[in-house]
Every structure is written in C-alpha cells, then in structure tokens.
C-alpha cells in the first residue's frame, strides 16, 4: 500500500512554492531541479525525492531551518512506505511517455471528485489486449492520489492465468496490505473475511485499483459496498454481469495520439526526421498502444534503423505480427491470452472472421462462415466482444486490424485449404444472393422479396433492403469483384442489374463506376449485345452523375447505342440516348441535346416503357432549364407532376418518388432564376423532404444548398444558415461538391 507521505510531500511542496510566489519554472530555475521533475514530485508521481533534491528544492525556496527541516520529514516519510505483500503492489512504476485518453482521465477524476454518498464509485475499464487498461489505471491513480489520503492499493488479479487466484485469496492480501492484524484474522477466520474486507475499506478512503480481471465471479466479491473509496477494475472482459458500476470501454488512439506516443517512445529527433513514416508505423500498429510502444521501443534500441526502414517491414502483413516484438513484449502473445481461453464454437468462428473483407460485419454474414445458426453465431459472437476480440456498435460487430491478422494466422495453422475456401465461398455467395434480393426492392416488377425466398435478414421493406446495402456495402462489393476474377460473368451482371434503380439511392458511394465497369466487361465476356448494352449504359450514367466525367461518358453512351442496335433493343436505344442528351446538357450543347432527347423519347414511346418515358419527359424539363427557358421549365415540369398523379401505380413507387422530388428541385431553381424567391423556397423546402422521405442523402444535399441560397437571396440569413448547417450534417452519403459550397455559404455568413 502507498503511503501518504508521498503525497504529503508533494502538497507541502506546492504550498511553499505557492507562498513564495514561484512558478514551477521559476523554482526550477532558482533550484537547478527540472520542470518536470517538480511537477512529478507535487502531483506525488514521485514519493522518493533523494535528500539532494530536497535540499536544492529548499534553498531555491528560500526556507527558513524549520520548514526545511519540515520538507526533509517528509520525503523521509516517502521513502519508508509500509511493506507489501507479496503479490500486492502499492501502485507500481508508471509509464512516463504516457499519451492521449484526455476524455477517460476527465471522466475519471469527475468520478472521483464526486460528494461522499456513503457508496464507493466503482469504474470497470475494458478494451482489447494492448489497449493500455493498465496503463491508464495507474496514470489515473497517480494523478487522484492526493484525493485519496488512506491509501492506494494495486491488485493483480492474473485473471489470464491458468489458475488465477480466487477472492478469497485477493481478499486476504488486501487486508494484510491495509495493516489488519494477524490476529484479528485469525479471530475472524475465513468464514469472518469478507466482513472484514468490507470493513477495512468502508472506513477508509483508498483507492484500489483491481488490474486485470477474469471474470465477474472473480471481481464481484473484491467491490466494497460501502465507503468513500474508488475501484477502478481493468478487464479484457466487459464484466457485463457486475450491477451498479461505472463503464470505461477503451480502443485505439486516435491518429495524433499514436504519433505522439510512438514519438515519446522511439525519440523525438527520430520523429521529427521522417513524419510521414512515423504516421505510417502507427497506422500500421492500428494505433494500438501495445503495438506502438513495441515499435517505439524497436526504434529505440536500433539507431541503425530509420522509421521508413520500419515502416516498409510493417507494411508485409504477413511478418507484422513478428516484427511487433522487442525483448520480452509479444504483441502476439498478449493476443494469445485472451484467445486460449475461447470455447471451440467461440475460437472457431474468430478463426474464420479473418476473411471478412469489410472493416464491419453483422451476426448474420458470421453465420455464414461457420455454418452455424444465426442465434448459436451472436453467441459465440458476444463471447468474442466480452472477451474483448471483437469490436461492436449497434448490430455491427468489427474486427481490430491486428488481431485480424491475428485470427488469420490462427486460420491457417488449424483450418484447412479446403475448408477455408468453403467458407469463403458460403460468405460471397450469402452476400451477393442478398444484395440481388435486396436490390430488387427498388426495380420495375419486383419490390418485396418473393415467397419462396428464405433469408436471415429482415429485407421485409425497402427501408430495410437500403439499410442493409448500405452496412454491407463493402462486404458485398468485395464478394462482386471475387466474382468478376473468378470468371462468373452471369453473377456479376445479375447483381449490377439488381442494383441499378437502387444506385440512385447512394449516388455518391464512390463505387458505382467501378460496379457497372465491371458489369460491363463480364457482359461483352457473355457475347450477349442486348445485356452488353445494358450494362454499357449503366457505366455512362456513373461516369456523369458519380464522377462528372461527361465526354467519357458520352463514348460510353455512343458503345451502348451500337449495342443496343446489334440487339434491336428500343428501350436501351432510348435510354443511349437519353445519357448523350444529359451529358451535351451538361456541356452546353443544348441543340445536339435536343436531338438525343427527341430521339430517346420516340424510342420509349415506340416500346410502351413508361419508365423511360417518363425520365426522357423530366429531362426536357431540366434541359429546359439549363437552357434559361425558365417559364417553360416551370410549366413542363408541373405537366409531368400531373401526369404521374394521372399513372398512379404504373409508375414503380421508387422511381416515382425520385421524380417527383427532381421536379420540384426543377421547379424551384426556375423559381430562383426569376428571382420569384418566395416560391422559390416553397418547392425546395418541398423537395428537400420528398429527397429526405426517400433516404437519399445525395439529392437531399443538392437541394439544401439551392434552398440555402434562395434563403440567403431574400435575406432569411438564419434559415439560410440552418439549410447549410443541414446539409453539413449529412454525413459522408453527402455530395461532396454540396458539402464544400455549404461551408462556402456558412463561412460567408459568419463574415457578414
């Protein structure tokens, strides 16, 4: 146990300093005694000051013989702090390159800080191995000390041994580390202990930290019931079943943070010498405070080695996990703690989570890995979080970057070949039969999933379908571009086809281009003109719309219309056209525009598709604008708005949806170039919810800034503000362009 006179030197120190008026630099410099040396010695992160110091400290105060002599007592009371049994350390060494957790620390002083309720604040701190639960403990408790004048006790419970001691052992330890006699012990027996323990500690004001936790059997027992103590618990575990106790789940650093850290450990001159290595070896370490001290030290001891050298050995995935060891530090090993004490079905499945391509994955993409039952999965699932293997948020479960590495060395060390590909194979296959069904939802002729479709996941609304695209959008996009490698052409159309009405839905994804690319590719490897066409189109309308690149999408409208005709395919002519138009439009060429836009209507009309006819009709309306006809865009566009109440549930809901919020974005863009701003704001409000109530975000964005600037225009500078300020809050399914003019228009406000 520590003793108080620690702290009490620390605290005399600071109030003599503070009565002669001294600043820590100025008593560092009257002393000779570093900044940071005295500033250890007042927050009492030092007990032991040698009887130099003291006297260098004394003299740079200027003390008179009894207040030296006061400050001498003190630090000799430091350095004679009652024994500890073994077993039990009275806060050990701390780590001085300690970096980050500024929010868990202010969490946890507040915690302390908190008025005496006859209860103990009990904190359970949890993360993966080598997220520094530890080190964060002890760096807490040495800054709350002084909060804590009876002591603080440390307690390893060794809760990833074989055998970890039981709490009847931990208890016994505790009460003799707190100076219980033998005497009253034995009085009280075994049986006594418990009573004991609570006792000592109700009557105290410690604070005991209780590292490295098994279990709640194993913690439950050692938590206080009563007193004006602080538990502070580290676990690997969650300890889910302990009631009445404050949670501190930790993580990585963040990417600032691990610099610094690895800086502090490795050298600042190092660091400074190549920053962008550095940056490179912490995100190789996953910022992962375990893995970057073991970098750090790597650096340290071999100054013939630059951080880049390190950085490129890193960058082999395959040696990581045995390049991140330095002396007696195993990064592997803390991993292989936690994962010997899985059960099989637990052990198995983390195993198999290794080919998971996507930094996320649900309960339901696990089950397919290992064949097992959506409940037994979240089983073994929850096992892994509680064990502190697996990430979680909401439904999504998240491997770490370096026990993925982990799980995949375990893989092939007890899998075999053959199984490993089948599970590969059952997880692709799972996600690209979902995606189709979930697609689907938003194409002419199919919406809800059939009957006979029996899945794992909830797909029952397009609400759901969207939701789960969106989550497993790069599970299944990995499952697509194995697809294409693999040669299965019919495959990669059919998921590109599903999808095609959902696109509009996440325009800017990012990845769109990619998907219709490849749909393309793998339809001229099927020698099928009619499909090749298709796909051909698909890929303009993602060069123009995704990306902005109009003359190649132009070309690949003009391969899609040779197609289309090889095939004798009106719809696909119409729909050729109809992106040549949208592209000239974009180019200004308005009368070549035209052209395409008769053109595409003639040939949706001539086919009966009311979905294209209805697109082609839209477009002129938009190419009308664009043109300056503003009063005829108004009026066409009111038309077309007309003509879809007329069709009714001809028209596909989705797609329907889609346009009439595009109209009334028409509509309202025509209103603001009249300068008729009152309608105007009228029909953007309209269809920034109509985009909203679709769930594209997108779109949504694209009308918050043209609502924003019709606002800004009549002078509603705060509305025009609150447009902005929407549409920053988007998120990353945002515009990116709507999100830069939206800072534009924020920042120009703030300069008015």
Not at 683 to 694: F, G, I, K, N, P
Request: aromatic share 6%.
């Amino acid at each position: 146990m520590a003793d108080a006179g620690g702290a009490g030197f620390g605290i005399l120190l600071r109030q003599a300093r503070l009565a002669a008026s001294l600043t820590i630099e100025a008593l560092a410099e009257a002393s000779g005694v570093s900044v940071r040396g005295i500033g250890d010695l007042e927050r009492g992160r030092r007990a032991t000051p040698q009887r130099g110091t003291v006297a260098a400290l004394a003299d740079g105060l200027g003390l008179g013989e009894a207040e030296r002599e006061r400050l001498l007592a003190a630090a000799r009371s430091g350095r004679n702090p009652r024994h500890a049994p073994a077993g039990l350390l009275a806060l050990p060494r701390g780590i001085d390159d300690f970096v980050g957790r500024e929010a868990e620390l202010i969490r946890l002083a507040a915690l302390a800080g908190r008025q005496p309720t006859g209860l103990p604040v009990v904190v359970a701190v949890s993360g993966p191995p080598g997220a520094g639960k530890t080190t964060l403990a002890l760096h807490a408790a040495r800054e709350l000390a002084d909060r804590f004048p009876d002591g603080h006790l440390m307690v390893d419970l060794r809760g990833m041994d074989d055998d970890p001691p039981g709490p009847a052992e931990l208890m016994l330890r505790v009460l003799k580390a707190l100076g219980i006699a033998d005497r009253d012990l034995a009085k009280a027996g075994p049986q006594g202990h418990p009573e004991l323990y609570r006792q000592a500690l109700a009557e105290r004001r410690c604070l005991l930290v209780l590292d490295n936790g098994r279990d709640e059997a194993q913690v439950r027992p050692l938590l206080p019931s009563a007193g004006a103590g602080m538990v502070v618990v580290t676990s690997r575990r969650m300890l889910t079943g302990l009631e009445n106790i404050h949670r501190l789940p930790i993580g990585e650093l963040s990417p600032a943070e691990a610099t610094a850290f690895l800086a502090s450990v490795a050298g600042q001159e190092r660091a400074d010498a190549d920053p962008a290595a550095l940056a490179e070896v912490a995100k190789r370490c996953a910022h992962l405070p375990l893995a970057l001290r073991v970098a750090g030290n790597w650096l340290a001891t071999r100054t013939g080695w630059t951080v880049r050298r390190l950085a490129d050995r890193l960058a082999l995935e395959e040696r990581r996990l045995e390049t991140l060891t330095a002396g007696d530090l195993h990064l592997s090993a803390a991993f292989e703690l936690s994962y010997r004490q899985l059960t099989p079905a637990a052990g198995r499945l983390f195993r198999f989570l290794a080919l998971v391509d996507g930094p996320d994955f649900s309960a339901a993409g696990a089950a397919q890995l290992t064949g097992q039952h959506l409940y037994d999965a979240e089983d073994a699932l929850e096992e892994l979080v509680e064990t502190g293997l697996l990430g979680t948020g909401q439904d999504r479960y998240r491997l770490h970057d370096l026990l993925c590495l982990y799980a995949r060395s375990r893989l092939h060390a007890e899998e075999s070949a053959e199984d490993i590909a089948a599970a590969r194979t059952a997880l692709h296959g799972w996600l690209l039969d979902t995606a189709v069904v979930a697609g689907r939802w938003y194409e002419p002729d199919h919406g809800a999933p059939p009957p006979t479709w029996q899945g794992v996941v909830d797909l029952s609304t397009a609400g759901n379908a969207r939701a789960w695209l969106q989550a497993e959008g790069a599970n299944w996009l990995a499952a697509f571009r194995a697809a294409a490698t693999a040669g299965d052409h019919a495959t990669v159309v059919e998921v590109a086809e599903a999808l095609h009405w959902f696109s509009d839905q996440w325009i800017f994804w990012g990845h769109w281009p990619e998907v219709f690319a490849t749909a393309a590719r793998s339809a001229q490897a099927l020698g099928d003109p009619l499909v090749e066409a298709t796909q051909l189109n698909y890929h303009a309308w993602a060069l123009l719309i995704c990306e902005g690149r109009h003359h190649d999408s132009l070309d690949r409208s003009a391969q899609a219309l040779a197609a289309a005709r090889q095939a004798a395919d009106l719809p696909q002519q119409g729909w050729a056209r109809y992106y040549s138009a949208w592209a000239l439009r974009l180019l200004g060429d308005h009368t070549a525009a035209a052209h395409h836009h008769r053109e595409a209507a003639r040939h949706f009309e001539a086919a009966g598709d009311l979905h294209g006819t209805l697109q082609a009709v839209s477009a002129r309306a938009h190419a009308l604008l664009l043109a300056g006809r503003y009063e005829e865009s108004v009026t066409e566009a009111v038309r077309i708005l007309a003509f879809l109440q007329h069709a009714g549930d001809r028209i596909e809901p989705h797609i329907a949806a889609i346009a009439r919020a595009n109209l009334q974005t028409n509509i309202g863009r025509a209103h603001a170039s009249l300068e008729h701003w009152s309608e105007a704001a009228g029909h953007l409000r309209t269809a920034v919810e109509l985009w909203r109530d679709s769930g594209n975000i997108g779109m949504e964005s694209h009308a918050l800034i043209h609502l924003g600037n019709a606002l800004l225009a009549t002078g509603q500078r705060e509305q025009a503000r609150d447009a902005f300020t929407r549409c920053l809050g988007l998120g990353t399914a945002a515009d990116p362009g709507s999100v830069s003019q939206a800072r534009e228009g924020l920042a120009a406000l703030d300069a008015r």
